[in-house]
């Protein structure tokens, strides 16, 4: 059976947390964003500030740049910065995802070039995986390294890659050998300079109105060799493990958080019952979700790989993103609709498809816990 | 902190002396005196005392063991009865819903008890001798009567009795929920359909992979209210427990019911004492709703800006 232990946070918690608070009302930018999702909200001097402040790669080495702190610590910032409408994406994948695995797979050299300046909020990174024919299906994929003289030449495209049109480098998932029997395999991992020769980058426009993702075109495009990320033909193993991270954190479940604050507000101090209850029950799922990614982040911080955990979390975080919303829109006559909410709501509703598919589709998580059960 | 060799030792001796057998007898309104005899012996009964050395986290994590086997006695009133009274004796104490008039009503066994609690959504708590029971049932066959009592007593204790014993609906559904999750997978993996188990088919493992899901969120809820215990957001932890336990209970009763299917449905198969109790502990001692509306009405209070800091900030 699947535990989600208690853990109760460190004792500098709560100074931290007024820290990351002070931090955010004296930011001159312009604070709450109507929605507290992750994937919007791109704001380089932002990340700089965070950097400076040493709360990017919080649980890195300090030799790398980083704070040499508990994966709890690292909790209370990100959580805070989500709540409060910060804008996080510039850094948020660089910090949540490609920094460790560098830590973990890379290079001594690898590690020296780009983990001081991600922790700087200096370098951002994207995540290379899905393809045009290759959604949930990851092993699949067709682009292409094949080694040549000075490096590997790139061919193929990379589909849905939040940011690439703004960040520095993705993170490539390729294939080094022709598939063959097991499909998992002949793949491996790649840092590419995403404003390198051979790349074309093409935003796509979804349907809130935002660019955020694109097509990643890769035409003989040279990486040199020592960009290769762990081992040629490792890139499976690799890239599974990212997941606990991907999967469990607070921005699982607080991407609709705007919504239920100007919900809130919305209501009053005296709601109506049915108001109330509608309060109430939201309540009871967050504070209830919160503790389960916390108790995530302690099975991170004992050094544990919770893929199955980190699944189950997303899992009730997104259906929750979803519920969340309607359940604030049916407790709330149209009337009573303030500029707030209308905006918050809007905005969140819009974006709330990709809650389900980004970062593992519903369908891909729910055969992850099933594996983890046993079923499979 | 709980004594893990107490609740290993309960859940041993629950799951040796319950079966399908002594439901279904209790369930006909017989007090499983056999039963309730091997729970005093191991003195379970006494657990909690103040002299005890156990604590109220024992306390539930007994009564979410008792759960996992449906339980069929008022061990949770029982227990909390000795806290709130003191140990007298070897009769039944029960704790069922103080009214106007003198009838008490949804008393657990209320029919064999020597003495009563009432208790109020207010915090309120009185004894009584019962004088006269009407025998009454939940939808899941557990005794819930309704007794007319005589003179009543104050009782002044000093906790927040009600949410108190909502928390041991909460344990219990916990327990049920952790059982019933375990039945579904070992029927999924037993039953074959197509030439292969169910388990195979993706729409079956999806069904048990969103009920652990659920269930695994209602036992970290129920978990974080006991831990909360003796603090001073103790009931609005409790408040949000019974509100997402009660919402997990109504999803995983339907998929599991769903992944058994006609066996499951008869009264022969043992699933239903657990999915039963789990539908109807929801209304017992404040629904989802009364809960709900407590909490909400706390955060509105807080006001909006103060919501983010309520979540955040438990203690």
């Not at chain 2, 066994?109 to 009454?136: D, M, Q």
């Not at chain 2, 009264?267 to 629904?287: D, P, Q, V």
Request: proline share 4%; glycine share 12%.
């Amino acid at each position: 059976m699947l535990r989600f232990d208690g853990v109760t946070l460190p004792d500098n918690a709560a100074d931290l947390r007024r820290e990351v608070r002070a931090f955010l009302e004296n930011y001159d930018g312009k604070l709450p964003r109507p929605n507290s999702d992750f994937g919007s909200g791109y704001d380089p001097e932002f990340s700089a500030r965070l950097g400076e402040r040493g709360w990017i790669g919080m649980t890195w080495p300090e030799a790398y740049g980083g704070g040499g702190r508990s994966f709890f610590e690292r909790y209370v910032v990100t959580e805070e910065l989500l709540a409060a409408g910060a804008p996080v994406v510039a850094h948020w994948i660089a910090d949540r995802q490609s920094g460790p695995l560098l830590l973990r797979y890379g290079t001594e050299a690898q590690r020296r070039e780009y983990l001081p300046r991600i922790t700087q909020g200096r370098c951002f990174f994207s995540i290379g995986m899905s393809e045009p024919n290759s959604g949930s299906d990851l092993a699949s994929v067709r682009t292409t390294a094949n080694a040549v003289e000075g490096g590997w030449l790139l061919n193929g495209t990379k589909l849905w890659t939040s940011g690439a049109h703004l960040n520095h480098y993705m993170v490539a998932l390729v294939r080094t050998e022709p598939r063959g029997e097991n499909r998992h395999a002949g793949l491996s991992q790649f840092i590419v300079d995403l404003k390198g020769p051979g790349i074309e980058v093409r935003p796509i426009r979804n349907m809130a109105g935002d660019e955020d993702f694109n097509e990643v075109v890769f035409t003989d495009a040279l990486v040199p060799p020592e960009n290769l990320v762990g081992e040629a033909g490792n890139g499976w193993e690799q890239v599974t493990s990212e997941l606990g991270y991907e999967r469990s954190g607070p921005e699982r479940y607080l991407s609709a958080f705007r919504v239920y604050v100007e919900f809130v507000r919305a209501c009053g101090g005296s709601p109506g019952s049915s108001q109330a209850a509608a309060i109430g029950r939201i309540a009871g799922h967050l504070m209830t979700l919160r503790r389960m990614s916390m108790s995530v982040a302690g099975m991170l911080e004992s050094g544990a790989s919770p893929n199955v955990e980190a699944a189950l979390v997303k899992e009730l975080g997104n259906n929750f993103e979803k519920l969340m919303p309607e359940l604030a829109r049916l407790a709330l006559p149209p009337e009573a609709h303030s500029a707030g909410f209308r905006e918050a709501y809007a905005d969140t509703l819009l974006h709330s498809p990709s809650f389900t598919l980004r970062g593992g589709t519903r369908e891909i998580l729910r055969g992850v816990i099933a594996r983890g059960l046993g079923l499979r | 902190m709980t004594d893990s060799l107490i609740v290993d030792s309960a859940a041993k001796i629950f799951a040796d002396t319950c079966n399908k057998n002594v439901l279904d007898t209790a369930e006909r309104g017989e007090f499983p005196e056999a039963l309730w005899e091997a729970v005093c012996e191991n003195g379970f009964h006494l657990l909690a005392l103040p002299d005890s050395g156990a604590g109220l986290g024992d306390l539930f994590a007994v009564v979410r063991a008792a759960g996992r086997q449906a339980l069929p006695v008022p061990l949770a009133e029982a227990l909390l009865a000795n806290r709130w009274l003191g140990h007298e004796g070897d009769g039944l104490v029960s704790v069922g819903l103080a009214g106007n008039g003198g009838a008490w009503s949804e008393v657990p066994w209320g029919r064999i008890a020597t003495r009563v609690l009432g208790v109020t959504a207010a915090n309120e708590l009185f004894v009584a001798c019962p004088e006269s029971v009407v025998r009454g049932a939940n939808m899941a066959g557990e005794a819930r009567d309704t007794v007319t009592v005589g003179q009543v007593e104050p009782v002044e204790v000093g906790e927040p009795v009600y949410a108190t014993l909502a928390l041991s609906r909460v344990a219990a559904s916990a327990g049920a929920l952790e059982r019933v999750l375990e039945m579904g997978l070992r029927y999924a993996g037993e039953r074959e359909q197509f030439g292969r188990p169910i388990a195979r088919f993706q729409a079956v493992q999806h069904n048990l992979a969103m009920a652990a899901a659920e269930v695994a969120a209602a036992v970290r809820a129920s978990d974080a209210a006991v831990e909360a215990i003796g603090g001073k957001r103790f009931e609005l932890e409790v408040a949000a427990a019974k509100s997402r336990v009660g919402e997990a209970a109504g999803v995983v009763v339907e998929a599991i019911h769903q992944v058994h299917g006609a066996i499951g449905f008869t009264y022969e198969h043992e699933l239903h004492h657990y999915t039963r109790r789990l539908w109807a502990w929801r209304e017992e001692f404040g629904g989802e709703v009364y809960w709900q509306t407590r909490l909400g009405e706390r955060i509105a209070a807080l006001g909006a800006d103060a919501v983010w800091d309520f979540v955040a900030t438990p203690r």
